[in-house]
């Protein structure tokens, strides 16, 4: 009783914080844009089991090109940014190119791109800054903060809403880019329309092959603006632990909301309610440890409501046809 | 319009050597309906496969509209003017109408999906043709018959002229039946020439202009709907080339092995497959099972087996009720079974020989030594079958994947026939095998019969239910349609009128392939 | 039939000459990538490589051995313990086609629980009111169990409602990780002089066994057991009705179903052994280096497991070669990147991600496999002919 008595305290002290929903809006954003990358892929029914080995590349790739170019004095880290991108395309394109062309099963692909991935960002690392650890040496610079006019001046919404990285702002925005992309383009009509069914798309002469690489190219090019934001917006440098497993939070929370972008969004700042607590947690009696495995076990609990829901949904369906049958037989 | 459609000599082999299509002619005029009829295999999907570029001919002809065409892809043929309605549709469950028929020729504006326009134009089609669909319902709300429906509209909505349909009516209920063949023939009416391949002799009877009969990959010939019968399409249809010969005496029933009783069978969506059939199988007898593809005889050899469920009616194997049964249980009370799909479930591709030959019996004591395998008695034992069974290969340790389909085929009777049981489910034991090997297959079975076991047999291949079974169940419509308590008493032409629906039983008659 | 006298080996067919071939291939273009990358960022490329390659058995050489500060013979022997574990568990897995992941969270568990366990008797053991060997026995014991736990959950989880495996055991991993963390510092697990290590227990129940018989070498129990575990697997998936039962499911789960495995249950049998194994390691591994607990990050082992079941097609006999390679290569890089100037040994995972990538493509060096098989069978064909031929005379 009593413990649950000290979450209740716990809960009454943080859930009055500004700073807790700031930190909320913040540690979900590259957990969604790692989602928002694997929905893309999973649309085109592949699973990008690689975004965590694509967000740790690129995640130091865009820190080396920002401090090459002299940090935050100059464009630095939007150009790392822009070549962060460019390189998780890249990446995600040879993740195609070995389970489409060459025939390997797609997450055991995702397997060797995460050690290839992890071990190539170390190993770079050490070779252009001698640092083993971080690159903390090397003054990358992170991307403007931004205040909202008008907004940041309300009080208590102001201090949760404004002074985000400009990144962060574009991951939220990014959740109605990719429903729009996705529901309302040609290409992710066709997107989806492979994921669906292969056989009826490449009927109507469309090129399931090139659907589903284009789709994984996308897939890589969010890996990396996800991989940029560790590295430029939540941090200011790279680490070799720096990810920690948001690709692979990222990969459940997509396969949770059905790839859908806005459901996505919402598991993903479900995430982020319970990572922001555990780390707020410093101010009660509770063992932050406990509380950090909180999040997981969220995903984990939603993952099965989820699972049942489609489940009976699937079952309804089928029913509902069933009766129709019937009914008709009847008539 | 002489050269409308004209495919001439079209030659198929398959890879596996098959010639499913040999110097077939066809041809179309405009604005008509035109059946193709043909037994299982006989080359109908085929030439059809070619019609529309999936499949390219080894030899010969495509002519449309007097010119020579080369259709290398789908792709090809919808822009030459053909489209075609799969078996099973081509179709993504969870986009709406409207955005299936428009796949591929999306409209947009800049890179944006124009639904409305998408919407527009469907309904154009669907008022044009007289479909009443909705664009905006999502496919997998729909019912069979309207996305059937769809599937039509998606062909004309990209101009096509020439519509193939494939067994349409195979999912349908009757009503929707009934408001497809107003709708077709208003097509046709508009111009629209329409291939229909069908078994449904009444149906083509009913909708069609002409009929070009095909069978064993070879033209019988073209006809009139007006100046032929079903009975004499069916004549033309199906026909015993060969007399097997197989070597047998009459049958000494026995006792009843198995018992089906009113037995129902809903498939996954719902749709009643088997309907109230009762019969029984009894020892030291075969009882073939007869039926154009899809009848019910998969769905009802889906539940005797274990491998799919069934709520209704029941089905008693040795005095044992199978309901709550799992296979392993069914095949610890002695059924046995020869897939459809030797290749699905008959075997493992990537396994060798040996283990394929043991798979059924290997938690059997004399298969084990204590907590291991005894893999001497493994070797000895299927050294021995693939000796007994005449399998063509190294050794026992090759990997299935690597034989011809007869040998695969020997494997897996081998593995069956050398298990103890009471019943065997042979599903189309020869399918695609040479003949050496069907030939070795069957006599195996009828000495099977001789040592007193109960044996279903389910075949397309007539001349092997009628030769090989000793009494006779067929399938039309998930019905018994008649019984045949002796097989030579049975003509071919008459076997062909109850597959096809043209004769039935009555129900006293059919009533007598339950042994009480 | 056969009556011929048999040869003395066993002739490879064109099958098993392709798999050679392509392994050869793709370790030959790994190593080249490695001995790139070292060229590329050594300060001294020929003294990196000639530590990478043969670092691990200069121990054997004593005036070089003399000179390094650390038994590197002995860290490839100890980075082949926990591979031989995980690949047994993920070859177990894979067989039936399971891609359960959440061999991570099982060592962590499977570690953690052997630890409790030592801490709880060790009062006892110091009071001599247990045996050590025994405490060892039932750490191991635990720990296997623990790990079983957890695999366990997301194949239940899939039977009950299809939720996906492999997410669930990716996000138990990280539960796994947190409910580590929280034992080691939130409890009283933890060791307040130290603050990053649990309570101590009695050196005796180390399974490690330094300067063994007064030599240098250094025996490590885990050793034995990690062999024993391949063994198990090994003759668990191969000589068994269980683990033929399990191989026909990975085979063709159909084929299975249809001669009567029972497909669920298989499933979800395989993914408990998997975590049995990975919490077995997890005790190992911690009962074999120190005499405390000290897991705050995953270990990356479950991963490695994954590598090592592809590296050994899902055979267990094969994943002593396989281990050995890696282990090898991972203790050349370790040894070459404490040198002065030396290249990070984290190339290493670079290595083997793209010799697992050619390892598994169907269609890399496809042509010369069909050249193979062309080949086969013309060569059959010929020696079919001439014994015809033979008969006819």
Known sequence: MSLINEIIRTLQNVLVLPSFYFMLIQS???????????????????????????????????????????????????????????????????????????????????IAMNLIGTGASVFLMYLLTGDRATTTSLQSGTLPQIAIPFIKDIPFLGEVLSNHYILTYFSYILVFIMSFFLFKTKLGLRIRAVGENENAAESVGISSLNIKTIALVISGAIGGLAGAYMSECYLAYFSSGLIAGRGFVGLAACSMGSANPGVICLCCLAFGIFYAFSNFATLSNLSIYALNALPYAVVLIGLVIYSVYTRKKELKRLQGLDSEEHSENKA | MENYLVMQDVTKIYNNGIIANDKVNFSAVKGEIHAICGENGAGKTTLMKMLFGIEQPDEGKIIIKGKDMKLNSPTDAIKAGIGMVHQHFMQVPSLTVAENVMLGIEPTKGLVFDMNEAVRRTKECCEKYGFEINPKAEIQDLSVGVKQKVEIVKALVKGCEILILDEPTAVLTPQETKELFVQLKHLRDTGCTIIFISHKLNEVKELCDRVTVIKKGKTIGVWNIKDVTEADISRYMVGVDVDLNIPKAPAQPKENVLTVKNLTVYNEAGKKKVDDISFSVRRG??????????????????????????????????????????????????????????????????????????????????????????????????????????????????????????????????????????????????????????????????????????????????????????????????????????????????????????KHMSEEEIKGALHE | MNKEKKPMFKKLDSEAKFSLLRMAVAIAIGLTLAVILIVLSAENPAESLKYFFLGPLQILNPNVAKGLAFNYFDFWIQSMIPLLFTGSAVCIMFSANKFNLGLEGAIMCGGLA???????????????????????????????????????????????????VMVSSLMLNYISLYISRFCLFSTEFRDLKTSKYSNQWTEEVVLTFKKFLGTKLTLRLGLFIGIAVVIFAWAFLFKTKWGFKIRELGHNPNFAKYVGVGVISMGVLVQIIGGLIGGLCGATVILGNNNFY???????????????????GNNPKKLFLATAFIAYIRAGALIMSTAPGGPINELTKIVEGVIILFLLAEKFLAKTHRKMIVKEAKEKQALKLANEAKEAE
């Open chain 2, 285 to 502: 007898e075969i009882v073939g099972i007869a039926g154009v593809e899809g009848n019910g005889q998969r769905e009802l050899i889906d539940v005797i087996t274990g491998l799919a469920k069934y709520s209704h009616g029941s089905i008693v194997l040795d005095g044992k009720e199978v309901k709550d049964m799992e296979i392993a249980d069914l095949r610890e009370h002695g059924m046995v079974h020869i897939p459809e799909d030797r290749n699905l479930y008959g075997c493992a591709r990537t396994m060798s020989i040996k283990d394929n030959m043991v798979a059924d019996k290997i938690h059997k004591d004399e298969y084990n030594s204590g907590l291991f395998l005894n893999e001497k008695k493994i070797k000895e034992d299927t050294d021995r079958w693939v000796d007994e069974y005449l399998v063509l290969c190294d050794s026992g340790e090759q990997l299935v994947g690597m034989l011809s389909g007869g040998n695969v085929q020997k494997v897996v009777v081998a593995r069956e026939f050398t298990s103890p049981s009471k019943l065997l489910i042979s599903d189309q034991p020869t399918r695609g095998i040479d003949v050496g090997a069907a030939e070795f297959v069957r006599k195996k079975m009828v000495e099977m019969r001789d040592a007193g076991e109960a044996i279903i047999l389910v075949s397309a291949d007539l001349a092997e239910v009628m030769s090989l079974s000793d009494s006779l169940i067929v399938m039309h419509g998930g019905k018994i349609n008649g019984y045949f308590k002796d097989v030579k008493s049975l003509t071919e032409e008459d076997l062909g009128f109850y597959m096809l629906g043209v």
């Open chain 3, 294 to 312: 000290y897991g705050v990050e995953l270990t990356g082992y479950g991963w490695d497991g994954v590598t090592m079941a592809i590296f050994s």
């Open chain 1, 28 to 110: 979900a954003a590259p957990i969604l844009l790692a989602a928002l990358g694997c929905a893309v892929a999973a649309k085109a029914s592949a699973t990008n089991m690689g975004m965590e080995g694509i967000m740790t590349f690129t995640a130091l790739i865009a820190v080396l090109v920002s401090s090459a170019l002299g940090g935050s004095k100059g464009n630095g880290p939007w150009v790392g940014l822009v070549v962060a991108i460019a390189v998780g395309a890249l990446l995600g394109f040879l993740i195609s190119v070995f389970a489409f062309r060459l025939k390997i099963d797609i997450i055991l692909v995702g």
């Open chain 3, 114 to 164: 052997c630890g409790w366990v030592c801490c709880l008797l060790d009062g006892d053991i110091k009071a001599a009111n247990a045996n050590p060997v025994l405490c060892a026995i039932l750490g191991l014991l635990v720990g296997a169990i623990a790990g079983g736990l957890i695999t366990s959950i997301p194949a239940l989880l899939e039977k009950k409602w299809g939720a996906s």
